[in-house]
């Protein structure tokens, strides 16, 4: 396997907003194919360390072979959400001087039609970050009401034909499973009456079905307070969102955050007494003209960096 097959999103932004010292401890959240962690572990010098997490087994088994030679890697295959417990068992937690989460499906994940997360290529209707864990797709379809259905593709998907593709899926499984992408797919073309530019039908459904059965959502709103947690005073947080259900997370995440104690508006507080738990360091960052003509699915990234106050709320 090489790592250097998958382009890492705006690698050169995320060194810079963590700014790496020699011998800081940095955590790569959300390893993939260690294009973030290759760049970062440049930076630390002999005694700096990184710690690597991922939900997927394949990207665990490539961080466990690189680690085999790279003596500051140190490799742990658990959810985000998981992200306190598992950096509390190796004795760092408020230690970590830089954390990035670079969220969503990663380029190898799209990439193999074995794990049927992308309709472009024909493969079985899977989508799980861990195979190991709950069900796929294909059998969720089997057995999840046409509402709910409904409801999931309206919200994680902002599919406006989230009815007309509930009820084709409803009265396709009363015939048959839809069990590969490709099967999906042409269903999705068939119910979507006109295409946004660029877009695929059904771009939407498979967003929305993905990040459903990963609960990416719900692992977002999990580990961002954990983040501050596992950080130290003046370390750093970088997270890259990739559509607006993210980043909206992980804007007022951040904004109140920033803003400190939650005191009512008309609460009688000087603003030096707030006590906000980070900074937030830049404006939002989107990738360069040059990324995206080089790797188009940077496009739609979005990234928003932050520090942890020296001093924090008693």
């Known amino acids: 396997m090489n790592s250097l097959a998958h382009a890492p999103v705006m690698s050169a932004e995320v060194v810079a907003a963590l700014h790496p010292r020699d011998d800081d401890i940095l955590v790569d959240a959300t390893f993939g194919r260690g294009g973030h962690t290759r760049a970062l572990l440049e930076k630390l010098g002999p005694n700096g ?20 030679g790279e003596p500051r890697l140190t490799v ?13 068992m190796h004795g760092i937690a408020g230690r970590v001087g830089g954390l990035v989460l670079d969220l969503g499906v990663s380029s190898p994940q799209l990439d193999d039609p074995a794990r049927g997360f992308s309709f472009m290529r024909d493969g079985p209707l899977d989508m799980r970050m861990d195979p190991t864990c709950g069900a796929p797709v294909s059998e969720w379809l089997v057995e999840v009401d046409e509402q709910e259905l409904v409801s999931i593709l309206r919200t994680l998907g ?31 073309r068939g119910c979507v009456p006109s295409r946004e530019p660029g877009k695929h039908p059904a771009t939407r459904t498979f967003q929305a079905l ?11 709103d999990s580990v961002l307070p954990q983040a501050l947690e596992i950080l130290e005073p003046g370390g750093r947080l970088v997270v890259i969102s990739f559509h607006s259900l993210e980043d909206r997370r992980v804007k007022n995440f951040l904004r109140d955050a ?3 104690d939650p005191f009512p508006p008309d609460f009688p507080v000087r603003q030096k007494e707030l006590r906000p738990a980070i900074s937030v360091l830049r404006r939002p960052q989107r990738p360069s003209a040059e990324e995206i003509s080089a790797n188009p699915r940077a496009r739609s990234a979005v990234l928003r960096s932050a520090q942890k106050c020296l001093e924090q709320p008693a």
């Open 49 to 68: 360390r990184m710690f690597v997490m991922d939900r997927d087994p394949v990207a665990c088994a490539f961080a466990r072979q690189w680690a085999a």
């Open 76 to 88: 742990i295959q658990a959810p985000f959400s998981k992200l306190a417990d598992a950096l509390g």
């Open 158 to 188: 902002e599919e406006r034909f989230a009815k007309r593709i509930a009820r084709a899926v409803v009265q396709t499984r009363s015939q048959k499973t839809l069990s590969t992408t490709r099967e999906l797919a042409e269903l999705v």
């Open 210 to 220: 993905r990040i459903h059965v990963n609960r990416e959502l719900e692992e977002l």
């Open 258 to 260: 920033a803003k400190g």
